[in-house]
């Protein structure tokens, strides 16, 4: 249910995604040579992977199941509870709204550094926050559940992005370069490729 939920985000926008992340390869690679910044494959890519994440965040939380009537919510865990554990409500609803949100605390823990939860705590109950009032002005209710499994989702975020950095640190050195992770990077690359024009029908492999 989840992937088929990306899947349509991703055929709703994906061609403001081309236009959107070419332009932004033209201006970025323009300004490495004009500047003479070193490049970093893995780097570069990353970055891209956390706007096309936002582009399909924004599609996700703003254009689907969009329902006629508006309302509240502001008793937590009470539609949390509602949804019978391990139903198809449930794991879209409670374990969804978690896992989308997972790869934002990651991201933001990156970008800040931050090495304490308090450091995206405010970024990601904000950034919650501000989803939530959008929806109810779009025919969609507020419910603070959302924000609650949102900010949970971005403090597993922020533990996976402590962990996986607290590993990197007792890998061999060959797993600590720029070239493991570029052609890690590559390789993923490739796989993303190709999912991508499987779901939109490009046939390019």
Same mark, same amino acid.
């Given at each position: 249910?989840?992937?088929?939920?990306?899947?349509?985000?991703?055929?709703?926008?994906?061609?403001? +995604?081309?236009?959107? +992340?070419?332009? +932004?390869?033209?201006? %970025?690679?323009?300004?490495?040579?004009?500047?003479?910044?070193?490049?970093?494959?893995?780097?570069?890519?990353?970055?891209?992977?956390?706007?096309?994440?936002?582009?399909?965040?924004?599609?996700?939380?703003?254009?689907?199941?969009?329902?006629?009537?508006?309302?509240?919510?502001?008793?937590?865990?009470?539609?949390?509870? %509602?949804?019978?554990?391990?139903?198809?409500?449930?794991?879209?609803?409670?374990?969804?709204? !978690?896992?989308?949100?997972?790869?934002?605390?990651?991201?933001?823990?990156?970008?800040?550094?931050?090495?304490?939860?308090?450091?995206? +705590?405010?970024?990601?109950?904000?950034?919650?926050?501000?989803?939530?009032?959008?929806?109810?002005? !779009?025919?969609?209710?507020?419910?603070?559940?959302?924000?609650?499994?949102?900010?949970?989702?971005?403090?597993?975020?922020?533990?996976?992005?402590?962990?996986?950095?607290?590993?990197?640190?007792?890998?061999? %050195?060959?797993?600590?370069?720029?070239?493991?992770?570029?052609?890690?990077?590559?390789?993923?690359? !490739?796989?993303?490729?190709?999912?991508?024009?499987?779901?939109?029908?490009?046939?390019?492999?």
């Amino acid at each position: 249910m989840i992937v088929d939920t990306l899947s349509n985000a991703l055929e709703s926008i994906w061609p403001m +995604l081309i236009i959107f +992340l070419i332009v +932004l390869v033209a201006i %970025r690679v323009s300004y490495i040579l004009i500047n003479h910044e070193k490049f970093v494959f893995y780097k570069e890519f990353l970055n891209f992977i956390f706007i096309v994440y936002a582009l399909l965040l924004y599609e996700l939380l703003t254009s689907t199941e969009m329902n006629t009537n508006s309302g509240f919510n502001l008793v937590p865990f009470m539609e949390i509870f %509602r949804y019978k554990i391990g139903s198809k409500l449930f794991v879209y609803n409670v374990i969804g709204n !978690i896992l989308i949100f997972i790869p934002f605390g990651y991201f933001v823990s990156g970008y800040v550094k931050a090495n304490k939860v308090s450091h995206i +705590l405010f970024i990601s109950i904000l950034t919650s926050l501000t989803v939530e009032l959008v929806q109810l002005q !779009i025919g969609r209710s507020f419910d603070i559940d959302d924000i609650i499994l949102n900010v949970a989702g971005s403090i597993l975020g922020f533990l996976l992005y402590i962990g996986l950095t607290a590993i990197k640190k007792h890998l061999p %050195r060959i797993f600590q370069s720029d070239t493991f992770y570029n052609i890690l990077c590559i390789v993923i690359f !490739i796989i993303v490729l190709y999912y991508f024009s499987k779901v939109i029908g490009l046939g390019w492999f």
